[in-house]
């Protein structure tokens, strides 16, 4: 079923929308339109980059925000509690290190401390990780918007073309420009599970499998050959004459 044009963005727009729509522009407006697209396009790409900056400035803020406790009610009332547990459990340390009769300024102590970061924008390595994944991941999405860019101008600059064509011929030429789908077809899977010769998965993953191939099936020629030879041998024959063999087998048989 063939794709819209709504769905399919490669596909040229239907001619007659385009020109009921674009019915009273004028050659010099089309051509300025043109104009308007390509530099709105050139623009939108460097725009695109720029975001890419942005995104990545804001990711390296967003891993590098330290916390205090008292940023949010929760935090500071659940460290006020620790805090007060925390003394407490001190006082019984000191008590028992009083009866084990360690001086004071060797005794154990307990303390209470609030990290102002997480282990993933603490740990030098882990941010380094982080940062790489983030730089995958923006650069997946500046590539999509150029994509989106260049096929929403796509789109413009062939409905204007449309406009200005007053042959059928010309607008049924453009219409019948592939779209995508065409160009780049689904995967068959038995094709590449193995119903080729040898399956395609093997030609992938051993460049030399058809060579390999060709090579076992050459030997496996020259020892029924051979074997062919060997009765008429033992009789006596003309050690010279040999069955009917390919010139290829001819110059490499023993």
């Known amino acids: 079923m063939p794709i819209p044009p709504a769905d399919n963005p ?3 727009p239907s001619a ?4 009921a729509e674009s019915q009273a522009m004028t050659k010099g407006e089309r051509e300025d339109l043109q104009r308007l697209m390509r530099q709105r ?10 975001r890419s900056a942005e995104l990545l400035a804001d990711f390296e803020n967003q891993m590098g925000s330290e916390f205090s406790f008292d940023d949010d009610a929760v935090w500071q009332r659940a460290t006020q509690e ?25 005794a154990p102590t307990l303390q209470l401390h609030w990290r ?25 999405i500046e590539q999509q ?51 080729a010769d040898p399956p395609i998965a093997e030609q992938l993953v051993s460049p030399n499998a058809l060579r390999q191939r060709r090579y076992r099936e050459r030997q496996a020629l020259l020892r029924n050959a051979s074997a062919l030879r060997a009765p008429a041998s033992d009789e006596g024959d003309d050690e010279g004459d040999m069955p009917d063999l390919p010139d290829f087998l001819r110059r490499v048989a023993p």
Request: hydrophobic share 40%.
């Open 16 to 19: 007659t929308n385009s020109l």
């Open 145 to 195: 918007a150029i994509t989106e860019i260049e096929l929403s101008c796509l789109r413009a600059q062939t409905e204007l073309a449309l406009a200005g064509l007053t042959s059928e011929g010309a607008r049924g030429f453009l219409e019948r420009l592939p779209g995508i789908e065409a160009l780049m077809p689904k995967l068959s899977f038995a094709e590449i599970a193995g119903e």
């Open 41 to 50: 396009e050139k623009v939108l790409k460097s725009a695109a980059k720029q």
């Open 10 to 12: 490669t596909q040229a």
């Open 82 to 106: 620790a805090e007060a547990e925390v003394a407490r459990a001190k006082q019984r340390i000191a008590a028992r290190c009083r009866e084990l009769g360690i001086p004071d300024r060797f």
């Open 116 to 140: 102002h970061r997480g282990y993933d924008n603490s740990v030098e390595l882990r941010r380094k990780e982080l940062r790489r994944m983030a730089e995958s991941k923006v650069q997946a």
